[in-house]
């Protein structure tokens, strides 16, 4: 089992920054890969950024060169560094790990207003 608690969430303007954390416990060993999604109101969940253990990184078109997914080498916890944020990125953001099963945290809300 892995446990993940993310933190971070915030009401911003648009242009601002925000940092999302999650951290992981329980069997870390075996996490290949974290990442975030995220879910607007009316839409399916999509993939936001993803970082494997070799540090191999994985952006959706919308968010590429705005957000970034820093390298942890242990890969128990995960960053997302949310630049220029536009009133579209208003979503839940889950942080997620996959170890042979994937893991969810609980969301955490990012409110961009224009």
């Known amino acids: 089992q892995v446990h993940l608690v993310e933190s971070g969430g915030g009401l911003v303007q648009a242009g601002e920054s925000l940092r999302l954390s999650c951290i992981a416990s329980?069997?870390?060993?075996?996490?290949?890969?974290m990442g975030w999604y995220r879910q607007a109101p009316g839409k399916q969940r999509e993939l936001v950024a993803e970082?494997?253990?070799?540090?191999?990184?994985n952006y959706a078109d919308s968010v590429k060169g705005r957000f970034t997914i820093p390298r942890d080498d242990t890969l128990s916890t995960v960053s997302l560094q949310m630049n220029s944020l536009k009133p579209e990125d208003t979503a839940v953001y889950f942080c997620?790990?996959?170890?042979?099963?994937?893991?969810w945290g609980q969301g955490t809300q990012v409110t961009v207003s224009s």
């Open positions: 970082v494997t253990r070799d540090g191999r990184t």
């Open positions: 329980g069997r870390i060993l075996n996490i290949g890969v």
């Open positions: 997620y790990a996959a170890s042979g099963q994937t893991y």
